[in-house]
């Protein structure tokens, strides 16, 4: 019954726009809020307890196609290029400088 009369044609066509768009923002948020409490919004399936095992240390932009990335799996840290279409590894088990057990430089 209320969307009979917002929707009305007696308001003008910009004003009903309006007020569509709004009603479906509001039904896609509702749709994403819902997919968040049930869980089905992360990107992350698959869990190992509550210890994390794989993170991005740093990122930089190499180009406008490829990223230098520091990925750390297993407090092992691995230097990557990822480009659109291809990975290189360019470096395997670099020494991790954060407070996983090793010194930070300037202390």
Known sequence: MAMDVALSPELPQALRLIIALCIVFLIMGGLAFALKKLGLATSSTIKSGDKKRLKIVESTPLDA???????????????????????????????????????????
């Open 65 to 107: 196609r490829r990223r230098l990335v520091i990925l750390k799996c297993d407090d092992k840290e691995h230097l990557v290029i990822l480009g659109a279409n291809s990975e290189l590894i360019v470096d395997r088990d670099i020494p991790s400088v954060d407070g996983s057990g090793n010194s930070v430089s300037g202390a």
